[in-house]
């Protein structure tokens, strides 16, 4: 499955920004599905993840109750819904096949073009 990546930019504190994630191939309804992001000088750190068939979410502490991760396998889509952004949300996100529990995933195959979030305070 190849992953791109969209909808990000310059945004302030508190404004709000909802990521796509456009999937290719007939598999891809046969993935759990992750959202990731890297600050500069940091690790990539997990975000949000999605089982397969949409059921179960699961998001990172730092995020939870701001972000909302959902997908439409129909058009081979995930999203993420981020509100009330903070500056620490700035990085580049990375949408990514993934394996394992949904609170702990492991990303798998190669990581497509991410979009760059940035918010000023």
């Known amino acids: 499955v190849q992953l791109q990546a969209s909808g990000g930019g310059l945004v302030q504190a508190g404004d709000s920004l909802r990521l796509s994630c456009a999937g290719s191939?007939?598999?891809?309804?046969?993935?759990?599905m992750g959202w990731f992001r890297q600050a500069p000088g940091k690790e990539r750190e997990f975000v949000a993840g999605?089982?397969?068939?949409?059921?179960?979410?699961y998001s990172a502490d730092s995020v939870k109750g701001r972000f909302s991760i959902s997908r439409d396998n129909a058009k081979n889509m995930v999203l993420l819904q981020m509100d009330s952004l903070k500056p620490e949300d700035t990085g580049v996100y990375y949408c990514?096949?993934?394996?394992?529990?949904?609170?702990?995933?492991?990303?798998?195959?190669?990581w497509g073009q991410g979009t760059q979030v940035t918010v000023s305070s």
């Open positions: 191939g007939r598999t891809f309804s046969g993935y759990d």
């Open positions: 990514a096949t993934i394996t394992g529990p949904l609170q702990r995933p492991k990303p798998l195959g190669s």
């Open positions: 999605i089982s397969r068939s949409g059921g179960n979410t």
